[in-house]
């Protein structure tokens, strides 16, 4: 179960949460059932926040979730996972719930969606073949995809 944060487009009398948390609201949230049924957590010796999967970073010195050094350069533990979930997951709060469980806090640093549906990073088209078509079809640019 999640409980959706306040900065979510979960609605709420029929408004999304994050209308509230503008205002300094906080309303009671009702947990969500979610599905997980893939995690892989691992970290990096040296993290890259563009990388291709999620970050925790926490504010804990030591980490008991894989062996390896702090990240230096940041002063933070960093781990990554990649997660296959149901929708409606949130990554935000897997990741605040697993830096609570650890005892330590986290926070996601990145978030990068690697596939939705049918749709994956790998049959997607690069800005570099779709730039062109939009120059070229210009309004008309969805009936030539």
Wanted: charged share 20%.
């Amino acid at each position: 179960m999640q409980v959706p944060c306040m900065w979510s487009s979960t609605k709420f009398k029929n408004r999304p949460l994050r209308w509230y948390a503008e205002r300094g609201e906080t309303v009671v949230r009702e947990p969500k059932a979610v599905q997980i049924p893939s995690l892989e957590v691992w970290r990096e010796q040296n993290p890259n926040p563009s990388g291709d999967s999620a970050s925790i970073t926490s504010n804990s010195s030591t980490s008991t979730i894989a062996p390896g050094q702090p990240n230096r350069s940041h002063g933070l533990d960093e781990v990554r996972f990649r997660v296959v979930a149901s929708k409606g997951a949130s990554m935000r709060v897997l990741a605040h719930d697993l830096g609570k469980a650890l005892g330590c806090g986290a926070h996601l640093a990145s978030l990068r969606r690697e596939g939705i549906g049918g749709f994956s990073v790998e049959t997607a088209w690069s800005l570099d073949v779709l730039l062109p078509l939009a120059k070229k079809y210009g309004k008309g640019f969805r009936s030539a995809i």
